[in-house]
Nanobody, 122 residues
Framework: QVQLVESGGGLVQAGGSLRLSCAAS????????MGWFRQAPGKEREFVAA????????YYTDSVKGRFTISRDNAENTVYLQMNSLRPEDTAVYYC???????????????WGQGTQVTVSS
């Protein structure tokens, strides 16, 4: 089990950038695949990006490809989500998650952070 704490959310204008961080506790962080998900008001939680345990593989939902980049630093037990060219439709609470399977499915992730709000104004 890992404990996850997200940070870096905030209010930004359309076209701007934010970098989310997710700090993990525990010595087994490097054995987990990590994912970012988001949930907008009135909508279900949706997949954003995933990264394999080594960082060699990444996977994105279509709507963020070319704009968002997921990365990880296993020495620092941290995963990042760099978000560029933000749009109002990116507004949501963003969650990081840890799981044993490199996947875009929420069911494959066992540990979740508390979330960080990202608001993009038009």
């Amino acid at each position: 089990q890992v404990q996850l704490v997200e940070s870096g959310g905030g209010l930004v204008q359309a076209g701007g950038s934010l970098r989310l961080s997710c700090a993990a506790s525990g010595r087994t962080f490097s054995s987990y695949a990590m994912g970012w998900f988001r949930q907008a008001p009135g909508k279900e939680r949706e997949f954003v990006a995933a990264i394999s345990w080594s960082g060699s593989r990444t996977y994105y939902t279509d709507s963020v490809k070319g704009r968002f980049t997921i990365s990880r630093d296993n020495a620092e037990n941290t995963v990042y989500l760099q978000m560029n060219s933000l749009r109002p439709e990116d507004t949501a609470v963003y969650y990081c998650a840890a799981g044993r399977t490199y996947s875009g499915r929420t069911i494959d992730y066992t540990d979740w952070g508390q979330g960080t709000q990202v608001t993009v104004s038009s």
